[in-house]
């Protein structure tokens, strides 16, 4: 059974069918309210921090192959066997090799890539 008000002691039976409604008149009244005193968020960070060049870096770990990670940066860079053989000699010798330098959020969608082939990959800011 619905929910039943009392008014003046008698008890009315509402219609299933308009809580659809009274759930609309709702949502109407508080968009209407938040439209009429729009909250006014300001930027925090600057444009300086997000236009900073940042550096994806992989680093060694004992259990990739080397021809593994050079296939990888083939793959995920579109780097030429040479310059990922470089790379992957880098990381290998020295221990990380700066692969990418650009904006943030590219870097971030490499190193999630490179997670993706379960190799070592952090990004830093230049500088």
Do not use: C
Request: glycine share 6%; proline share 6%.
């Amino acid at each position: 059974m619905s929910w039943q008000p009392r008014r003046g002691g008698a008890e009315v039976a509402l219609s299933p069918l308009l809580a659809p409604v009274r759930l609309l008149v709702a949502i109407k009244t508080s968009f209407e309210s938040s439209v009429e005193n729009p909250t006014i968020e300001h930027e925090t960070r600057s444009d300086e921090a997000v236009d900073l060049p940042w550096q994806v870096v992989v680093h060694n770990d004992p259990v990739n192959l080397m021809s593994y990670v050079t296939m990888v940066f083939q793959k995920v860079f579109g780097f030429p066997r040479e310059k990922a053989e470089r790379h992957m000699l880098e990381v290998h010798q020295k221990g990380r090799s700066i692969v990418w330098s650009g904006l943030r959020e590219r870097g971030e969608l490499y190193v999630q890539q490179l997670h993706g082939y379960l190799l070592l990959a952090t990004i830093e800011r230049v500088g």
